[in-house]
């Protein structure tokens, strides 16, 4: 289970080899997961220093995470889901990942993340690897639009995080693929505003699936959670 902070006593657990195996994953979790935070902390610092057009240059160097709060509710509606196929679009440097994949981990899933940057999916690999978790993912590195066409359903859970104009047209690509009581997540629906049209169209498109149930969580940078829900024939 996602812990935080938890550190423990190598010899506590002799008797205990599944448990030992477990608080070895939470401790490299965490380890991760404080670089992260650390990684963080810095560039909001250095955001502080930059002008928005050079910020904006720069956007791709930024972690551009979905959030601490955000991460550990999707980490939770995984596993009350029992969600064993899930679906990432847009890896980017891999904080979601991690959380996603641990989550994998505890129903006995596997992860599906996508991204287009070589670089940035090289990082992600290296800090789910660190964590011990890279058993549960598949790595997919192109077009997310196009890369989605081949992959075969049922998928139990979705985030979608990625160029928001592609919002939609994954969506679509996805929408027939998933599973009953499948729960889909769209970050960044709130904020920022700059993207407010894409992410409106995205939210009349969920809308408008008379099987899908949808709700905005004003958590993080909003997000848009909707499940599908079929009447019995």
Request: hydrophobic content about 40%; some cysteine.
């Amino acid at each position: 289970m996602l812990t935080d902070g938890y550190h423990t006593d190598p010899g506590a657990c002799t008797a205990k080899p599944h448990a030992c195996e477990e608080y070895s994953v939470n401790d490299r979790f965490n380890q991760v997961l404080s670089r992260y935070r650390e990684r963080l902390e810095r560039e909001n610092r250095l955001s502080e220093t930059l002008d928005e057009a050079t910020l904006a240059a720069r956007r791709n160097e930024f972690l551009l995470h979905v959030g601490e709060d955000v991460a550990r509710v999707l980490h939770a509606l995984i596993i009350a889901r029992k969600a064993k196929r899930i679906i990432e679009l847009g890896t980017s440097y891999g904080y979601s990942t991690l959380f996603l994949a641990d989550a994998a981990r505890e129903t006995g899933g596997v992860l599906m993340t996508f991204e287009i940057d070589e670089r940035k999916q090289r990082y992600a690999r290296g800090e789910i690897e660190a964590a011990g978790l890279g058993a549960q993912v598949e790595w997919h590195r192109g077009d997310a639009t196009e890369l989605l066409k081949r992959v075969e359903g049922p998928f139990d859970f979705v985030l979608i995080d990625l160029w928001k104009d592609l919002y939609v047209p994954c969506f679509e690509t996805l929408y027939p693929k998933l599973a009953e009581h499948a729960l889909v997540a769209a970050d960044n629906i709130l904020k920022p505003v700059h993207f407010r049209r894409d992410t409106e169209a995205y939210r009349a498109a969920v809308r408008a699936k008379p099987d899908l149930q949808s709700v905005l969580l004003p958590i993080g940078q909003g997000i848009e959670l909707s499940c599908v829900w079929r009447k019995p024939h």
